[in-house]
């Protein structure tokens, strides 16, 4: 039994360098450096499936694809746009994902928000968050969240000129 507490003694203070001073350890950490980029780009209308619902088919819901070429973190991307809505009288809400594809690699990106429609139906804006999903090649390691912003000037089915704006954290 002795020689159980001694090595119990000797192994709890092989564990403690000395007293505690409730400093945090000061191994090193990977540095993250935040900076905010934007982009904006018109984006066009490539596809949709909209359903109008309701006695006077005031409520619709469904979803639409976008395109657009995108200048960001000093590289041309082709931009994807997938937005799901459901809206009455063309107000409600929006929920998607934007994709970012370069050659030096992909950027994905959620979106959620509201639409309030124009008067008379003309035009919409749109506003929300987004938030960096991940990446691929140099943007493996990209993470962040921010705004995202539209304005659509016409009837529905014209483009929408979109704009993002992001606060980054590059732990490279």
């Known amino acids: 039994m002795r020689v159980a507490v ?6 709890l203070a092989a564990c403690t360098t000395g007293p505690s001073t409730g400093t945090p350890s000061t ?6 450096s935040k900076r905010t980029q934007q982009f904006e ?13 309701g006695s006077a ?14 200048d960001f973190l000093d590289n041309r991307f ?12 063309g107000n409600g809400t929006f ?17 959620t928000g509201i639409t309030t429609a124009g008067d008379q139906g003309r035009g919409s ?12 090649g140099e943007y493996d390691n ?9 304005q659509r000037i016409g009837a529905p089915g014209t483009p929408v000129n979109v704009q993002v704006k992001l606060e980054l954290i590059d732990p490279k």
Not at 6 to 11: E, G, Y
Not at 41 to 53: E, G, Y
Not at 57 to 70: I, L, N, P, W
Not at 142 to 150: C, V, Y
Request: proline share 2%; charged share 20%.
């Open 125 to 136: 804006s749109y506003s929300g968050e987004t938030e960096i999903i991940g990446g691929t």
């Open 27 to 32: 191994s090193p950490s990977t540095p993250v």
């Open 57 to 70: 088919q005031e409520k619709t819901y469904g979803m639409a694809e976008y395109a657009a070429r995108v």
């Open 142 to 150: 990209l993470a962040g969240r921010g705004q995202f912003s539209g």
């Open 6 to 11: 001694a090595l119990l003694v000797l192994l």
């Open 78 to 89: 082709k931009a994807e746009m997938l937005v799901a809505s459901d809206y009455v009288k």
């Open 95 to 111: 929920e998607g994902f934007v994709t970012l594809e370069s050659r030096k690699g992909d950027i994905g990106l959620r979106i």
């Open 41 to 53: 780009s018109v984006f066009v209308l490539q596809d949709q499936k909209i359903r109008a619902v």
